[in-house]
């Protein structure tokens, strides 16, 4: 009987542990646009006109991005420079100018555009602090032949969107919205690792406890 109870609790703690990074869901603390599956695409990113489009976005609390993303269109490919990088607080445009884009960036990530559209996520797991940031897609200086189509999008709110192109200073774009999304792990699936690794640290002590018994 003991060893069907410690059995069973051995595979209850590996299950939660092994199954929790498939349960887990991104959510968006940052979404400027509402979905647009199937549109053709508005803007294009290539490395010719060097075009960029960003959000400004605030946490007030330390948090971890788990993934980044915008809305393709579906009549476009290629691959997108994606990156965090840090703002003016005074404008909330980044510091830095194309060319130190992504010197500067305190993460970034290559995302592929999908041929059908929709939603194009990159994943980035990034810890950053309470604060003001920017988050930044198109091509770089490190991905000089990026390319990929951008989407027309009703906003969300009022987010505050910026551009850059042919290189140029950064400028408001809030005129226009496009989707982009900063996601973030959903609780749930912290609490459900969080038991997981619990439940094994459970097992091991009780392990130990009982393997001195075992041997006298």
Not at 91 to 109: I, Y
Request: a negative charge; aromatic letters at 10%.
């Amino acid at each position: 009987m003991k060893t069907f109870t410690s059995l069973r609790a051995t595979l209850f703690a590996c299950a939660l542990t092994l199954f929790a990074p498939l349960a887990a869901h991104a959510a968006p603390i940052l979404e400027t646009g509402i979905a647009e599956p199937g549109d053709p695409g508005d803007y294009i990113v290539t490395d010719f006109n060097q075009r960029v489009f960003g959000a400004t976005f605030t946490l007030a609390d330390e948090s971890q991005i788990t993934s980044i993303g915008f809305g393709a269109g579906r009549f476009g490919s290629g691959t997108v420079f994606g990156a965090i990088v840090p703002v003016d607080p005074i404008t909330g445009f980044p510091l830095a100018n194309f060319d130190q884009l992504a010197a500067t960036a305190l993460g970034s990530t290559l995302i592929s555009v999908p041929s059908s559209g929709g939603d194009a996520i990159g994943s980035l797991s990034l810890d950053l602090a309470a604060g003001t940031y920017g988050v930044v897609f198109g091509a770089s200086q490190s991905c000089p032949s990026c390319t990929g189509p951008f989407t027309f999008s009703d906003a969300i709110g009022d987010p505050m969107l910026f551009e850059s192109f042919f290189g140029s200073d950064w400028h408001d774009f809030s005129s226009d919205d496009i989707r982009i999304l900063v996601n973030v792990p959903e609780p749930a699936s912290i609490t459900l690792t969080l038991a997981g690794l619990i439940g094994l640290g459970w097992l091991v002590a009780r392990r130990r406890r009982s393997l001195p018994a075992a041997m006298a």
